[in-house]
């Protein structure tokens, strides 16, 4: 039984919804979105306009995980256009740093050469130091994949912890070679 499927989703007053078949658009002040349900899947508008549920034809698995995975991406849709989603990473390394110039992401991470990364659409980024990169998105999904991106330059390596983490990620330490007369 989806306990996740069954809550409706309520939106706040300065967004809009429309349905257009098996499409959700979600307007409000911070931007646009727009999803295809999947066909099994049913999006219902309340009488009252402020809230959306999930109907589900019956109880079998897959339509009971689409249930509620079709809830979650509404939700997130309603709060991304209220308020951005954001991931924060943290550059970890001597001489490391990142630069933006207009909407190119510009990292030097300890290669002969400097990665440029192309910001998305629908994403922003901001580089408040040269060792903290803000990349934020209405779309959560798109927010998540372009900070993983950026992490993906450079992970974070065990023994030094040198690399490009989120922030408040813990990276597990390891000691290294031990050094000992026998």
Partial sequence: MSRIG????TYPAGVTVSL????????GPKGELTIEVHPSMRVQLDEGGSSLTVVRPNDLRENRALHGLTRSLLQNMVSGVT????????????????????????LQVGYANTIVLEVPPGVSCEVPAPTSVIVRSPDKQAAGQFAANVRRVRPPEPYKGKGIRYENEHIRRKSGKAFGSK
Wanted: no cysteine; proline share 3%; net charge positive.
């Fill in 6 to 9: 069954k809550k409706p989703v």
């Fill in 20 to 27: 257009n078949g098996q499409s959700v658009t979600v307007k």
């Fill in 83 to 106: 308020t951005l989603f954001e991931r924060r990473l943290t550059i970890v390394g001597v001489g490391y740093n990142a630069s933006l110039a207009g909407n190119k992401l510009s």
